[in-house]
DNA sequence: TCCATGTTTCAAACAATATTGAAACATTGA
DNA sequence: TCAATGTTTCAATATTGTTTGAAACATGGA
């Protein structure tokens, strides 16, 4: 995941709304939860709803479908996992670190420079 | 970790400068880095730079110490396993769960009710 | 003590993001 | 086809976050 990626991941999760609305997607699972229902379990009204769907979809956080006249939206779990991942590389500079960082990091051996 | 201490920490990361800052931190581990080289390092004005490394503080994501006449800061790894957690957890309402939301969550079969 | 270095504070200008309500669009079933 | 339901779009408004430069503060060494 590059950087510009998870600077979407992290800005759509930064924000009251979206949260609440990836964590219950999250919960959902891959089943997923139509637009109207993520309404009444957040109480967002349908036009902010609306924005932070698309926030979400756009930087790759959750996924649509249309069914019927419902469009069901499901929490992306590959790109929740990119992102913790990218949150954890490169732990104390790819060298061998003290249980401080445990359990989120591996002993590596790369060094990456800084951009 | 509660919702609204996970939203800090995101919005901590969400920022360009900042997740640059704390990925410079996270490399260096913690022996941690001086304000100023983190600036070298980024590029930051002083000013704007200080500005970040509060709030990076602010949300617990990074800490502080007096050296001297230098400042050092370091990544506050345990919010951010804290907040590894929280956006992991309850992953598909704690029920058995598909590969798709694999190495995050554990397979379940329950189907569980959102609050 | 004074000076040089490192860091922070402040307020103003600037930029990006969120909410609202009305209207439009899409789908289904009568 | 029409009416009902579900969802999205749009533009205006309100809110929040970021950068800048000058000044202040803190520390260590001459």
Known sequence: METKAALAALAALAQ??????????????????????IGELTGIAPSS????LK???HAGM??????????IYTANFSTMNALLGFLTDNCCGGNPCSPVCSPACE?????????
Not at 49 to 52: A, D, E, G, K, N
Not at 62 to 71: H, T
Not at 107 to 115: A, R, S
């Open 62 to 71: 959750a996924d649509s479908q249309q069914a019927g006249r419902f469009v």
């Open 16 to 37: 009251d709304s979206r949260l609440a609305i990836f964590r219950a997607l999250v919960q959902a699972g891959p089943a997923g939860l139509a637009a109207g229902r």
């Open 55 to 57: 926030e979400l979809a």
């Open 107 to 115: 002993p590596d051996t790369t060094e990456k420079e800084l951009p």
């Open 49 to 52: 709803l609306s924005f932070h």
